[in-house]
């Protein structure tokens, strides 16, 4: 997983998370305008309830008020003819003190008033209240009523009054009225269910003015008016309004100081008179208010949880993923990407269709680098290369370390000169690091460039540029002089054969595409041929000739030169065994053989398979390894040869003197041959004063090899000169164009094969 991919999927993940949380706020919106709800229902209900029975109560105590007035006025026939007695009664029903006052009115207006402990007094309509004087003659005309609320003059109290027509015959002749004092209500409205509660009961009129406030109001309660109240504006404040106005009861919520108050008003069905009954949410119904209030909290509970629950896991996964991801996609050791991620990073730039350039980058030496300055010094040398590459690179570039010394980087630079500039700048930078303070080593790079606009593949793959690449590097180790190598034609030409080489090389082994050549070692003595080296030939179908040059090394990359190798052994002790049936005395024949078959653990055991399928003794067989081999395990390889005498071959040293061999490697092992690299007798061509330095080596190599009875071959004998030269160094054998070119394996029988 890239970094990219896991960002991808945190940024699902918290539209996931985010999704989550709406889907709980979602449910807790629901819960809570469910509970809301309910909580209105229950809270008008019981409001509704409450206000009746109050109603009720108010209507109880005015319908007694009035049915005392309608037995007084029963008095009136007596009152008509005797006024004495009408004073008295009056005078002795406001002694009672159910009203505070009373009075009768005859027809023409005229009649006695009394209140209190006062006697009564004679009055007419014209003297008292206005409002009072209308509801008596409302009553002469045969109506009882009830007054609206007034204040007698002087009084500062609210009154009201009823009046009830005295009826005699029939035929009314007088009124009596009574006035009443609203505290009258109060009482009633003090007496609420629970005295604990916030909230009132009031009347009011349908203006909203209070007429009746209970004793238990908050002194901060209602104003004079509700509408003057704080919290009783607004929207649900112009409903109520409204509402009183059109004589319609109304429930609506008001808001106060964060505080929820639920109104209710039911007219009384009496001078505008309105019960408004107003109570917080949480008084109505303290269950379900309670129940609200615990969704709320439980809802932000849920949200908090589930957010923690989230960024918990969120962290975590991506700790997680992060540090999976730098473990896939980042060097352990230096920090830069590793191949697979920079990999990632080539396609998405070739998907986009950019210009690109691919670099390797290698240190030469690295190995004895390692060697000598020891494991953390080399570590040390590959994060300052990390980090001068780093600095070097732009926007959208990027690299990393791929095995032990080799950099890629990606630049996004395809002039040849002016990536030649950059990387060379970088080289010199890591040149610049001294790798000790105690010696001076100079720092070597070597750097294979492909530049995608040069060689457009039809299907360009990361795989193949950074296969371009490779074949440049491997050109740039080989050229000492220029460290920066371009992927060019002749490179291309070389891979392509690569590719062929590779595709086909299976298929090639089994039709036997594979031919031995036979190349004779002539004694130098006698002149005679005394053996053969097998040279591997690839002809193909089409009858194309391929050298060993051209597949040897890309076999030993990628470790087909076993199976060869034991091939060429197999059919040299076929062509041995066939020379033995023909009846001819048999050659001695050299085969070519690779480290990788000669460091297998059962290489021994598979030669002598092979010697016992065709019959064949090993002393026919030598064995010839390259002299880069002693570099190494010298005690294995020993150890190797030792075994093989034991078996009877002969083993050879290859191509000695082309590498770095040395006469104390000579020494050391226990070979039986020594072939000397035609680069001997190619110095001999050179100037007078090196001819003679090297013609001296050459007889001290001879010298040596006979004091230690190994035998020698001459590689490379071209001409007279060269046969002439080797003949009085005293070499055993040569082989050379000058006796006989490699030629196929029949041909040689019929030339150099006695019957
Ligand atoms: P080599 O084992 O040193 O073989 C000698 C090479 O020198 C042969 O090249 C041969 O054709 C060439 N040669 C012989 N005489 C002369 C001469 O007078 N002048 C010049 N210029 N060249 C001469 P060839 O056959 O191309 O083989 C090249 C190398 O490929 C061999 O070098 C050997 O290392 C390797 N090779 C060949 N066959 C096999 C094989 O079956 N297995 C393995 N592992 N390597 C093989
Ligand atoms: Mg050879
Ligand atoms: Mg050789």
Redesign the pocket.
Known sequence: MSERVLKRQMRGMTVVAVLLCLAVLLAGWWAASALRNMLQQALQSQMETETARYRLDIERRMEVDQQTLRTLSGFAALWETDPQALQHGLEAAAQQGDYTWLGYFDTSGEGFYAAGEQGAQPTSLQEIDGQVAALARNALQGQSGVSRIYTPEGSGYNRFAYAVPAVVDGKVVGAVAAGCSVEAFAGILDTLPDSGRQGAICLISDSGKVLVRPQSLAAGGLAGNVFETPGFGGENGEALRSALLAGESCFVQLKDNNVEYWAFAAPMGVNGWYLLNVQTAQNVSNGIYSLMSFSRWLTVAALLAVLALIWGGYRAIYKRSAEIIQRSCYDPLTGAYNLPRFEDEVRAVLQAGRPYSLAALNVRQFKFINEIFGRAQADTLLCRIKQVIEAGLRPGECFCRSGQDLFYILFLETGRAALKERIQNMMDEVGRYAMSKNRDYQLLLYCGVAVSTEFLDSEPTVQKGLTHVGFALHTARQSIKHSIWFYDTRLHEDEKLVNYVESRMRQALSDGEFTM?L?PKVSLATGKVAGA????RWITAEGKTI???QF?PVFEDNGF?VE??LY?VEEACKQIAAWQKAGKTPLPLS????KLLFFEADYVERLQAILARYGVPAHMITL?I?EGLAMENREELNEKIDRLHAVGFSVSM??FGSGYSSLNTLAALHIDEL?LD?VFLLQQSGTGEERGRQKVILKEILHMARELSISTVA????TAADEALLKELGCGLG????YS??IPAGEFTEKYLRG
């Not at 080296?533 to 591997?536: F, G, I, R, S």
């Not at 590689?715 to 071209?718: A, F, K, L």
């Open positions: 050549y190349q080296e097998a040279l591997v050298y060993p040059g040897i030169c060869l190798d060429m085969v070519n053989q690779s010839e390259l290859d191509d072939k035609r590689e490379g004998v071209e082989q050379g164009y000058y070119r490699p």
